[in-house]
């Protein structure tokens, strides 16, 4: 497995395993191993998925029938709105850790880019100086709200988890991310199939050039723009489809037509539109 080095020296796998939106949580721990059977090492998870749990038994399953070392993994998991604060934070962490049965996170990171995110990160440094998380990073911060978070603390965030996908490709977040050497982490690869992503003619086209499923080409294009991704599925077919993309490079002429396909706008939600924020601070979850 390819992998990026973080701003801390921290090597971080380019290509991972995401959970978004598994809830069976027997499903889930299946899905975890299935992953880390076939080659994924990157794991992503988040208090908010509540399936920590299910992914911490998978862990523990793969890791004492001898599949995998627990340094061998890479294990991100996300603060929610409803813990941001110094002190909640830090029970926050301490319950995710908990549930997923491990010593220490690789990655933690600040789900949405509200609440008391300055004090959160505040414990998050503390907590990555006790060795407790090897690296701190934050999810769908624009560059204003990151900036913001830069100028005021000693930690700059080791990677920013954002919407990217063919038609939302956010080139100017992620040239700001490279300025200050923040890692962009892609969520929802294949926009959650939606705008018929996997039926669209440019990409059905590059698909056939090079003997691959579109789903491989989006990933390759991703990794090709020094993108780190976490693609889902409950598949364990398709998990060994979307780890089979080392083999190709895309042309410059490909990447360009992908390029194209840019709508500029998300096809989930806007972090600018005051009842986004309003909702999203108003989601309360078990954790």
């Known amino acids: 497995m390819e992998k990026v080095v973080l701003n801390n020296g921290v090597e971080m796998p380019v290509l991972g395993f ?28 988040a208090a908010a998925y509540m399936n920590e749990e299910a992914v911490g038994k998978a862990i523990k399953r793969a890791i004492e029938e001898g599949m995998v070392k627990r340094e061998e993994l890479f294990i991100t998991t996300k603060l929610w709105i409803q813990d941001a604060g110094y002190e909640s934070t830090k029970k ?50 624009q560059p204003d709200r990151l900036m913001d978070l830069i100028v005021h603390h000693e930690v700059i965030p080791t990677v920013n988890q954002i919407e990217i996908h063919p038609f939302y490709q956010q080139t100017e977040s992620i040239e700001f991310m490279k300025k200050y050497n923040a890692q962009p982490e892609s969520w929802g690869p294949f926009a959650e199939g939606r705008n018929n992503i996997f039926q669209n ?21 991703l990794i090709q723009r020094g993108i780190v991704t976490i693609p889902k599925t409950v598949h364990k077919e398709r998990m ?10 895309l042309s410059q002429e490909d990447v360009e037509k992908i390029a194209a396909l840019d709508t500029k706008k998300s096809l989930f939600l806007s ?17």
Request: glycine share 6%; aromatic share 12%.
């Open 92 to 141: 926050a962490f301490e319950k995710s850790l908990k549930r997923l049965q491990l010593d220490y996170i690789d990655l933690y990171l600040i789900h949405q880019p509200f609440g008391d995110v300055h004090c959160s990160w505040r414990a998050m440094e503390e907590l990555y100086r006790e060795g407790l998380i090897r690296a701190i990073g934050v999810s769908n911060f």
């Open 240 to 249: 060994i489809e979307n780890i089979g993309i080392f083999d190709f490079e």
């Open 201 to 221: 003619e440019v990409l059905v086209s590059i698909a056939k050039e090079y003997d691959k499923t579109v789903a491989q080409v989006i990933l390759r294009w």
């Open 271 to 287: 972090h600018n539109d005051p009842e986004t924020v309003k909702w999203l601070g108003t989601l309360k979850f078990d954790v």
């Open 18 to 45: 995401g959970v978004y939106r598994i809830t069976d949580l027997k499903q889930c721990e299946q899905c975890v191993y299935d992953a880390i059977m076939v080659g994924y090492r990157l794991i992503d998870t």
